[in-house]
Nanobody, 123 residues
Framework: QVQLVESGGGSMQPGGSLRLQCTASGDFPRGGALAWFRQGPGKEREFVAAIRWIGGRTLYADSATEGRFTISRDNAKNTVWLQMNSLKPEDTAVYFC???????????????WGVGTQVTVSS
């Protein structure tokens, strides 16, 4: 059984920063990747970023988050972070981490999901 626990969400003013954390436990695919997705109010879930456990290669969404968000990991702690800078109101969403055997942009490629953490950006 795989467990993914997200933390670090909250409320922030535009221009601020937050760092989300996802800690994995159980039988997750250690040769695969962990990704962040988000779902804003009234929007579909979208890919944000992913990182491979081995080698640390990263993949980012081709969107407005590029250059503002950074994904990183600590294999010893089974933990992945999403550093979010220069936050905008449109970044408001529930952020989910997901584990999968491959590093892809599609949510269908990830087999295990956390329950999500809310990020709200407003003045």
């Amino acid at each position: 059984q795989v467990q993914l626990v997200e933390s670090g969400g909250g409320s922030m003013q535009p221009g601020g920063s937050l760092r989300l954390q996802c800690t994995a436990s159980g039988d997750f695919p250690r040769g695969g990747a962990l990704a962040w997705f988000r779902q804003g109010p009234g929007k579909e879930r979208e890919f944000v970023a992913a990182i491979r456990w081995i080698g640390g290669r990263t993949l980012y969404a081709d969107s407005a988050t590029e250059g503002r968000f950074t994904i990183s990991r600590d294999n010893a702690k089974n933990t992945v972070w999403l550093q979010m800078n220069s936050l905008k109101p449109e970044d408001t969403a529930v952020y989910f981490c997901a584990a999968g055997a491959y590093m892809r942009r599609s949510g269908a490629d990830y087999s295990d999901w956390g329950v999500g953490t809310q990020v709200t950006v407003s003045s």
